[in-house]
């Protein structure tokens, strides 16, 4: 009976967290109103780094609460919950990264205002991320759901602003926003458990859809975008699970004897990814159900405790695991092919540059994509102007953000970049910076 007991707590954590996370994916609602003192929590926090700490205050001033739950932090004014509540980044920062070229339309004017009037707190942000990566709290704590809720918020703020940056004629603005919402990233997929992988998925979601619309984007990303594989990143995550959640609670501690229910997780959840990486992203849809969690079922029916029906338990838990782990392949395996496209993209507007007559290749050197073996990119120029589309089968997600497969160029009304004072005032650099 107590086996029993076991799996049904495991049960409800396991499927509550994955649960949460999925939905803070999905879409971040409007910040709440603001909490009374006797809502928040006054349990001791545990404590984060400096650049987390500077980042929760400074963000407060922007209507973004990342430490709800937490009596000592600073939390936003109403006043500025309910400037953030209505500016519409959202939607317009998606009818941006859906068009499928480069234009980039004006943003709505409750944005520009909000950018406007808060554009020194926005850049403290900027400096805080610039100078450190934030580092959070185990994400098994009560304040997670709020804390990444917000986090997301911001990030979407962030590339919001340097879209706006980019279309102004600002690209130097534009590419230190761009470099903050890196830093966002880097604490999320620098933590390998499942939440921290599905929402690292949502940040570089936005940001390589952001790249698309850069005329002039940073070096550095041609490496990160070529060295970043979220299919990959996504199986860590899903083999690492079991261990992560036994560091928050300890009765799911890895043990020693090899056929405890600790031990067979880990290695049914190993078993899955190792099958899974022999898979490419385009060939997810030929996976049943059954083919998925097939390894983990063999494991878990090893699991012989006395009083357990080893065939209850391998079904029980493949059952729940599928669903996520499912939307988290598909989630991985489309952003694959996303960062790819954009790779390709960027590729070509570095060797346009260097070219002679400031002009598109005439063609694609390798038309093959690296993701998904069985497809390839179509791509055609005159000089002036170009077009390029991934020829293939992705993973398609049933919600969320969807960038287009394919990008063109066009004209719009962005004026050339040129050096000129900034719409949202930069400040003075802050005299210590903060460090991780």
């Not at 994400?139 to 962030?158: N, P, T, W």
């Not at 998925?201 to 850069?214: D, E, F, I, N, S």
């Not at 995550?237 to 090899?258: H, K, T, V, Y």
């Not at 405890?260 to 997810?284: D, I, W």
Request: charged share 25%; hydrophobic share 40%.
């Amino acid at each position: 009976m107590e086996a029993g007991v076991r799996v049904e707590a495991i049960v409800a954590f396991v499927g509550i967290s994955l649960g949460a996370a999925a939905a803070v994916a999905q879409r971040a609602p409007e910040p709440p109103a603001p909490p009374g003192r006797d809502s928040i929590s006054r349990t001791p926090q545990t404590p984060s780094n400096a650049a987390a700490d500077e980042l929760t205050r400074r963000a407060a001033r922007l209507g973004l609460d990342l430490d709800p739950k937490n009596s000592t932090a600073e939390h936003p004014a109403g006043a500025d919950r309910g400037a953030l509540a209505s500016i519409g980044e959202r939607a317009w920062m998606d009818a941006q990264l859906t068009s499928g070229d480069d234009s980039i339309a004006p943003e709505p004017q409750a944005m520009g205002s909000f950018l406007e009037s808060r554009s020194v707190s926005l850049w403290q942000v900027v400096e805080v991320l610039e100078a450190g990566t934030p580092k959070w709290p185990p994400r098994g704590s009560s304040e997670f759901s709020g804390r990444f809720i917000a986090l997301l918020r911001l990030d979407r703020l962030l590339l919001s602003a340097a879209m706006a940056e980019e279309r102004a004629g600002r690209p130097s603005e534009a590419r230190r926003l761009l470099e903050a919402s890196w830093s966002i990233f880097r604490s999320l997929a620098g933590d390998p458990d499942a939440v921290s992988a599905i929402l690292a998925t949502a940040v570089m979601k936005m940001q390589v859809g952001v790249l698309r619309k850069m005329r002039e984007a940073p070096i550095e990303w041609l490496d990160r975008l070529s060295r970043d594989d979220p299919w990959r990143r996504s199986l860590e995550a899903f083999e690492n699970e079991p261990r992560a959640l036994a560091a928050l609670d300890p009765s799911l501690a890895i043990d020693a004897r090899s056929g405890s229910f600790s031990n067979v997780n880990v290695r049914a959840h190993q078993a899955a990814a190792q099958a899974l990486r022999r898979v490419t992203p385009c060939g997810l849809a030929s996976l049943s159900d059954a083919d998925i969690v097939r390894p983990m079922v063999e494991e878990y029916r090893k699991w012989n405790d006395p009083g357990v029906d080893s065939g209850t338990t391998a079904r029980l838990f493949s059952e729940m695991t599928l669903p996520e782990l499912r939307k988290a392949l598909v989630r991985s395996g489309r952003l694959a092919v996303d960062a790819e496209l954009t790779l390709r993209i960027l590729e070509l507007r570095f060797a346009r540059s260097a070219s002679r007559d400031n002009q598109w290749p005439a063609t694609l050197e390798d038309a093959a994509s690296r993701v998904c073996p069985d497809a390839v990119y179509r791509y055609r120029s005159d000089g002036p102007s170009m077009e390029i589309a991934f020829q293939g089968s992705p993973p398609e997600a049933e919600y969320g953000l969807r960038l287009p497969l394919s990008f063109s160029t066009r004209s719009d009304r962005r004026p050339t970049p040129r050096p000129s004072p900034p719409a949202m005032t930069t400040p003075t650099p802050s005299p210590a910076p903060v460090q991780n």
